[in-house]
């Protein structure tokens, strides 16, 4: 069985997670399996709570990418990998881990899929997901303060500190290697419907 490997990249609250969602609804789950790359975010448990609070978590550097590139390899080789577990909350690894099957289609996520160079030699198709600043941060906002257990101010001070400095730095500029530019996200049905008939093609 041919695999192919779809990247979706973009900043953070662009609505890559949604084209991603989209794309596993319509294809189905026995056909596609999604793998977010801030799963593999390292394990920094020799620092305080504190000392990780204060990470710049949006730094390659953060991401521990060869053990995605290994288990995405194992992935393509028809193997069932156990996927890291990360708990935002307490920027920390959690001691269990998922269970994911291999797949026709596989779909990896996050703001720095494109930014590496070994990672976009394994992907097949190449999006970028460009979303406006302003609705992004909005986004952000939303999602840290419901889901993630953070404040306004530490979401806004994060924000300001490395998020927006690495999304200039890295983020952004690895949009020229999309091969799929996609504005607004899921809230843009054409260009979600395009990459479903994109992905039927290359099966």
Not at 57 to 79: I, M, N, S, V, W
Not at 110 to 134: H, N, Q, W, Y
Not at 176 to 202: K, S, W
Request: net charge negative; hydrophobic share 40%.
């Amino acid at each position: 069985m041919s695999t192919t490997v779809i990247g979706v990249a973009g900043g953070t609250g662009s609505g890559k997670t949604t084209v991603a969602r989209r794309l596993f609804d319509v294809l189905g789950s026995s056909r596609v399996c999604v793998i977010q790359h801030d799963r593999y975010y390292r394990e920094r448990l020799d620092l305080t709570f504190e000392e990780r609070c204060a990470l710049n978590f949006d730094h390659p550097h953060a991401l521990d990418t060869a053990l995605l590139l290994e288990q995405l390899c194992a992935l393509k080789a028809g193997r069932a990998i156990d996927a890291p577990v990360y708990d935002f909350s307490r920027h920390a690894r959690c001691a269990h881990t998922d269970r994911i099957e291999p797949r026709q289609t596989i779909i990896l996520e996050g703001i720095l899929v494109l930014a590496d160079a070994s990672l976009r030699e394994l992907l097949d198709v190449k999006v970028f997901v460009d979303t406006d600043p302003d609705v992004r941060f909005i986004r952000r906002m939303l999602r840290d303060t419901s889901e993630r257990g953070r404040s306004v101010q530490s979401v806004i001070d994060q924000y300001i500190s490395t998020v927006r400095p690495m999304h200039l730095e890295f983020v952004e500029p690895s949009r020229r290697y999309a091969d799929v530019i996609v504005p607004e996200g899921g809230d843009n049905p054409a260009a979600v419907e395009m990459l479903q008939a994109l992905v039927r093609r290359l099966d």
